[in-house]
């Protein structure tokens, strides 16, 4: 027997319907009815990309990031694992092109009160690699000390290397 819906020739149901019109008329009321997929409309752009990037870090094993992320632990949170949407309400619009995703405490999940938009120079000084001097009850990645003292990084780095522990030393000019 076949389905009972004019121009359909698949094979029917019990209901004399097939799968796929018995399916709509048993949430529609109608096996005709064509129900759009409601699209965000932002498939080929830079945050949704960078949407699709963050969740492959974090749960394909053999993206060539997951041990950074996924391998130790990072997640995404249930509101963005799934949603684009939101996603895109709770980060907005990527200010400029100098911008990437980034997250704010480094051993944290990837979610709206760990994430912001930043530069690369504010994300460099945002990494686990990072040696960060206190001096005068203020602390700075090694590289914020140089720039802010006029020191030679690399000559700073040697000092380390050579044993140096007290910040005004390494940071001498």
């Not at 963050?54 to 394909?60: L, P, S």
């Not at 094993?61 to 694992?81: A, E, H, M, P, Q």
């Not at 684009?84 to 997250?103: A, C, I, V």
Request: proline residues 3%.
């Amino acid at each position: 027997m076949i389905c009972m819906v004019d121009g359909c020739d698949r094979a029917s149901r019990a209901s004399c319907m097939c799968e796929k019109h018995y399916r709509r008329n048993r949430v529609h009321g109608d096996p005709l009815v064509v129900i759009q997929p409601k699209t965000h409309g932002m498939t080929g752009s830079v945050e949704y990309r960078t949407w699709r990037n963050m969740k492959r870090r974090c749960y394909n094993l053999r993206d060539k990031n997951y041990t950074d992320y996924g391998g130790r632990g990072i997640r995404v949170c249930s509101r963005w694992i799934k949603s684009f949407t939101n996603f895109y309400e709770d980060m907005g619009k990527r200010p400029g092109q100098d911008y990437s995703l980034d997250r704010i405490d480094n051993s944290s999940d990837y979610s709206p009160d760990n994430c912001r938009w930043a530069t690369a120079e504010i994300q460099a000084n945002n990494t686990r690699r990072n040696r960060l001097l206190t001096l005068d009850k203020k602390t700075m990645t090694l590289a914020q000390w140089c720039r802010e003292r006029g020191v030679n990084y690399v000559r700073a780095c040697k000092r380390i290397m050579k044993g140096v522990t007290n910040p005004g030393e390494i940071l001498k000019r």
